[in-house]
């Protein structure tokens, strides 16, 4: 879907329709190309183990079975396969005004530096309802020493499996989420989050999600979720 999203600095200015004359785009990072930088691409801090992977999926994803998701410094909620692009979904201006601010990051894409926080990348296996996310946790997220903390572990798990549940059911918001830790995550290991869509029922979407080593030999969590459809405004 990224590859069709073509936009343009002078193709992001604010419309009349945003309220409070703010800028949206302005804490969007903006490569040199006047593109939107997209984080989910490698970079230098990433271990040969995460290059690995990465390159797995993204040899898997050339007949189209799987889908590398871009990310940005916003939320993008409202990505659907309707509306491949966020920038030109025609409810991004709405939610913008109401509730974004533009000194709102992202959560998982809050620190400037490469490799010290989340360095991730999503892919969705639409058949399948299934993401499964690429990831490597910097050393400012430790915990007890040497490892992650279990409150990013779960931040980590909500977003991919708040991806899934954001492709089958559109604006969401997580309800519960119930995560067995089973072993430790070591700090700049690269772990595979790999979360699904169980079933839905009405509002309900229902997920489950597991955590392991990039080497599929150690199970880090186990997670299940229930995700509520919210429309917009
Ligand atoms: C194409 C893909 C691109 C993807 C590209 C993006 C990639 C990157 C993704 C980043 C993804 C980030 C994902 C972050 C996700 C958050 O972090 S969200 C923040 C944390 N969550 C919150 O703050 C939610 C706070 N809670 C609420 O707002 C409300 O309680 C809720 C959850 C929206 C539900 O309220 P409501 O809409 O009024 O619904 P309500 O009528 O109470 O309940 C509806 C049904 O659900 C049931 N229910 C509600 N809560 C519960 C519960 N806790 N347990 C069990 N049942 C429940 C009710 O019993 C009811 O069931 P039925 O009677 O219909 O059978």
Same mark, same amino acid.
């Given at each position: 879907?990224?590859?069709?999203?073509?936009?343009? #600095?002078?193709?992001?200015?604010?419309?009349?329709?945003?309220?409070?004359?703010?800028?949206?785009?302005?804490?969007?990072?903006?490569?040199?190309?006047?593109?939107?930088?997209?984080?989910?691409?490698?970079?230098? !801090?990433?271990?040969?183990?995460?290059?690995?992977?990465?390159? $797995?999926?993204?040899?898997?994803?050339?007949?189209?079975?799987?889908?590398?998701?871009?990310?940005?410094?916003?939320?993008?909620?409202?990505?659907?396969?309707? &509306?491949?692009?966020?920038?030109? &979904?025609?409810?991004?201006?709405?939610? %913008?005004? %109401?509730?974004? !601010?533009?000194?709102?990051?992202?959560?998982?894409? !809050?620190?400037?530096?490469?490799?010290?926080?989340?360095?991730?990348?999503?892919?969705?296996?639409? !058949? %399948?309802?299934?993401?499964?996310?690429?990831?490597?946790?910097?050393?400012?997220?430790?915990?007890?020493?040497?490892?992650? &903390?279990?409150?990013?572990?779960?931040?980590?798990? +909500?977003?991919?499996?708040?991806?899934? #549940?954001?492709?089958?059911?559109?604006?969401?918001?997580? #309800?519960?989420?119930? /995560?067995?830790?089973?072993?430790? /995550?070591?700090?700049?290991?690269?772990?595979?989050? +790999?979360?699904?869509?169980?079933?839905? $029922?009405?509002?309900?979407?229902?997920?489950?999600?597991?955590?392991?080593?990039? +080497?599929?030999?150690?199970?880090?969590?186990?997670?299940? #979720?229930?995700?509520? &459809?919210?429309?917009?405004?």
């Amino acid at each position: 879907w990224g590859t069709s999203c073509s936009v343009t #600095a002078a193709s992001l200015a604010p419309t009349p329709c945003l309220a409070h004359g703010a800028q949206p785009w302005a804490w969007l990072q903006f490569s040199q190309s006047g593109q939107p930088k997209d984080y989910a691409l490698p970079n230098a !801090s990433w271990s040969q183990g995460m290059l690995n992977l990465y390159n $797995e999926f993204v040899e898997k994803s050339k007949d189209g079975t799987w889908k590398r998701i871009p990310s940005y410094r916003l939320m993008l909620p409202l990505l659907t396969p309707e &509306h491949p692009c966020p920038f030109t &979904h025609p409810d991004l201006m709405k939610l %913008e005004g %109401e509730k974004m !601010s533009k000194d709102t990051r992202l959560f998982l894409r !809050s620190l400037d530096e490469e490799g010290l926080g989340f360095e991730y990348v999503m892919f969705l296996n639409p !058949s %399948e309802k299934r993401m499964v996310t690429v990831y490597q946790p910097g050393p400012y997220l430790e915990g007890h020493p040497g490892f992650a &903390h279990g409150g990013s572990t779960a931040a980590i798990i +909500d977003s991919t499996i708040g991806g899934c #549940a954001i492709f089958v059911a559109g604006r969401v918001m997580t #309800a519960n989420l119930s /995560i067995d830790f089973k072993n430790p /995550i070591p700090l700049g290991s690269v772990v595979l989050v +790999d979360g699904k869509v169980n079933r839905m $029922e009405g509002r309900k979407v229902f997920l489950s999600c597991q955590v392991w080593s990039a +080497d599929g030999q150690t199970l880090h969590a186990e997670a299940t #979720a229930l995700f509520i &459809h919210k429309p917009v405004g």
